[in-house]
């Protein structure tokens, strides 16, 4: 259910209203936007009487939503929340770029790609510690060996460092590590994991599944901010369909989608939507005309010999390129590099 205030409601008022709704068991959100505020109430709401709570002056409407997430929901909150990563700002006007390898090979590799992004215009650095592969016999990663690298890199270039979590019991040395952790797309049910990411603050980067519907990717999403964690990125990464051509297809459409049923960010990663570098930079360009809050690029100082996903990485040149043709596109649609 959501309260709407009208806008010359005070504090002490909205906190009567509050006070009515726990008595009688509700958890209540408040959100101040700049019109007006809106508390987002939490619980069995079918027993609150909606038109009772409608009568108070202060009330300007009462909706009960259909939709089972709640916290994601924009009508719940709805301005775009911006998600602060060490002062790199997610969800604002301007775009934010992360690149990066898929995993993290070396310390010459994770820092020489660390300077070169940076020096193009990304505002974050990518590198894969942990890698879940649909092959037991493929390259793993370097485990926290790779996350080590990492902060050596972050220290080297001052670039916030976005890596994937696997499991549960890894969550407090991410949490002291990590500045984004992020949330691959096989592990987006990991409904174990996502409790633990909701107990603490750190900004999540959640990855769409492979085969899930949007609303399932926001109920993931839910797990984590009903933990009380709401720092919480969205990313399109492609999806399993009957198309072949391609590793996935990429769903320009759940850009506007996710736009319009929730306040969070959404960010795009071409490199595994196809699993082909050449299609890099056109979908790259779709997803923010579409309304993306940034991308996330496979950028590899040697594709050709990378033990994780060469085919989809471009070269640091390529995505100095990439970069240039954003800018561009970026101005039209409003938003800046």
């Given at each position: 259910?959501?309260?709407?205030?009208?806008?010359?409601?005070?504090?002490?008022?909205?906190?009567?209203?509050?006070?009515?709704?726990?008595?009688?068991?509700?958890?209540?959100?408040?959100?101040?936007?700049?019109?007006?505020?809106?508390?987002?109430?939490?619980?069995?709401?079918?027993?609150?009487?909606?038109?009772?709570?409608?009568?108070?002056?202060?009330?300007?409407?009462?909706?009960?939503?259909?939709?089972?997430?709640?916290?994601?929901?924009?009508?719940?909150?709805?301005?775009?929340?911006?998600?602060?990563?060490?002062?790199?700002?997610?969800?604002?006007?301007?775009?934010?770029?992360?690149?990066?390898?898929?995993?993290?090979?070396?310390?010459?590799?994770?820092?020489?790609?660390?300077?070169?992004?940076?020096?193009?215009?990304?505002?974050?650095?990518?590198?894969?510690?942990?890698?879940?592969?649909?092959?037991?016999?493929?390259?793993?990663?370097?485990?926290?060996?790779?996350?080590?690298?990492?902060?050596?890199?972050?220290?080297?270039?001052?670039?916030?460092?976005v890596s994937e979590i696997m499991s549960p019991?890894?969550?407090?040395r991410f949490n002291e590590e990590v500045d984004?952790?992020?949330?691959?797309?096989?592990?987006?049910?990991?409904?174990?994991?996502?409790?633990?990411?909701?107990?603490?603050?750190?900004?999540?980067?959640?990855?769409?599944?492979?085969?899930?519907?949007?609303?399932?990717?926001?109920?993931?999403?839910?797990?984590?901010?009903?933990?009380?964690?709401?720092?919480?990125?969205?990313?399109?990464?492609?999806?399993?369909?009957?198309?072949?051509?391609?590793?996935?297809?990429?769903?320009?459409?759940?850009?506007?989608?996710?736009?319009?049923?929730?306040?969070?960010?959404?960010?795009?990663?071409?490199?595994?939507?196809?699993?082909?570098?050449?299609?890099?930079?056109?979908?790259?360009?779709?997803?923010?005309?579409?309304?993306?809050?940034?991308?996330?690029?496979?950028?590899?100082?040697?594709?050709?010999?990378?033990?994780?996903?060469?085919?989809?990485?471009?070269?640091?040149?390529?995505?100095?390129?990439?970069?240039?043709?954003?800018?561009?596109?970026?101005?039209?649609?409003?938003?800046?590099?």
């Amino acid at each position: 259910m959501i309260v709407i205030l009208k806008p010359e409601t005070n504090e002490s008022e909205i906190q009567n209203i509050v006070g009515e709704l726990n008595a009688i068991g509700m958890d209540v959100q408040v959100n101040k936007g700049v019109e007006c505020t809106v508390l987002g109430v939490l619980g069995n709401t079918y027993e609150v009487d909606a038109d009772s709570i409608s009568l108070n002056p202060c009330v300007d409407r009462v909706m009960r939503v259909s939709e089972p997430f709640k916290k994601a929901n924009r009508k719940f909150h709805p301005d775009n929340t911006v998600i602060d990563v060490c002062g790199v700002k997610i969800g604002g006007k301007k775009l934010a770029v992360i690149a990066g390898p898929c995993s993290v090979e070396s310390e010459q590799q994770i820092t020489q790609i660390a300077k070169d992004v940076k020096a193009a215009g990304a505002s974050l650095l990518r590198g894969g510690a942990f890698k879940p592969r649909t092959s037991p016999y493929s390259f793993q990663g370097m485990e926290f060996e790779g996350l080590d690298l990492l902060m050596e890199a972050r220290a080297e270039t001052g670039l916030p460092i976005v890596s994937e979590i696997m499991s549960p019991k890894h969550v407090e040395r991410f949490n002291e590590e990590v500045d984004v952790i992020q949330v691959g797309a096989r592990n987006m049910q990991n409904f174990d994991l996502l409790k633990e990411l909701g107990h603490i603050r750190k900004p999540i980067l959640l990855k769409r599944g492979l085969s899930s519907t949007i609303e399932e990717w926001l109920m993931s999403a839910e797990y984590i901010m009903a933990g009380g964690n709401e720092n919480v990125i969205l990313c399109e990464r492609g999806i399993r369909t009957f198309e072949t051509y391609t590793r996935n297809t990429l769903d320009i459409s759940a850009i506007p989608a996710v736009k319009k049923l929730s306040h969070l960010p959404i960010i795009v990663d071409p490199s595994h939507a196809t699993g082909m570098n050449w299609m890099v930079t056109p979908l790259a360009v779709a997803a923010i005309a579409a309304g993306a809050d940034g991308i996330m690029l496979e950028v590899h100082n040697d594709p050709k010999n990378a033990k994780c996903d060469g085919a989809q990485s471009i070269t640091p040149a390529e995505f100095e390129t990439v970069m240039k043709q954003l800018k561009g596109v970026a101005e039209v649609a409003g938003r800046s590099l």
